[in-house]
Nanobody, 127 residues
Framework: VQLQASGGGLVRTGNSLRLSCKASGRARSTFAMAWFRQAPGKEREFVAVTSWSGGTIYYADSVKGRCTISRDYNKWTVYLQIDNLKPEDAAIYYC?????????????????????WGQGTLVTVSS
């Protein structure tokens, strides 16, 4: 599976941004797609995940209420809408693909459990 992330850029605090991640290759084997982010000097952290069926969606507490993850079946694309951006949202955002359902709910939240990764897209937030 190949993942191509896009949509990052420079945005002002309080504005919105929509990131996209297009899957190709063995995309039909996808069970779930997620977004993680990594700020300079920090570890990669979970942001949001959706099962490809849409029946399971989780958000990190840091973005809950400001973030919406969605997917377009026809385009094999997952989106991440972030509203009311804050300086702490600045990071490289990575999309990730998981081929199998995790045994436990927490399995969605750890980057090691994902099978494929996109190249990342940079989000910079200015005040």
């Amino acid at each position: 599976v190949q993942l191509q992330a896009s949509g990052g850029g420079l945005v002002r605090t309080g504005n919105s941004l929509r990131l996209s991640c297009k899957a190709s290759g063995r995309a039909r084997s996808t069970f779930a797609m997620a977004w993680f982010r990594q700020a300079p000097g920090k570890e990669r952290e979970f942001v949001a995940v959706t099962s490809w069926s849409g029946g399971t969606i989780y958000y990190a507490d840091s973005v809950k209420g400001r973030c919406t993850i969605s997917r377009d079946y026809n385009k094999w694309t997952v989106y991440l809408q972030i509203d009311n951006l804050k300086p702490e949202d600045a990071a490289i955002y990575y999309c990730a693909n998981k081929l199998t359902e995790p045994q436990y709910r927490n399995g969605y939240f750890f980057s090691d459990n994902y099978d494929y990764w996109g190249q990342g897209t940079l989000v910079t937030v200015s005040s």
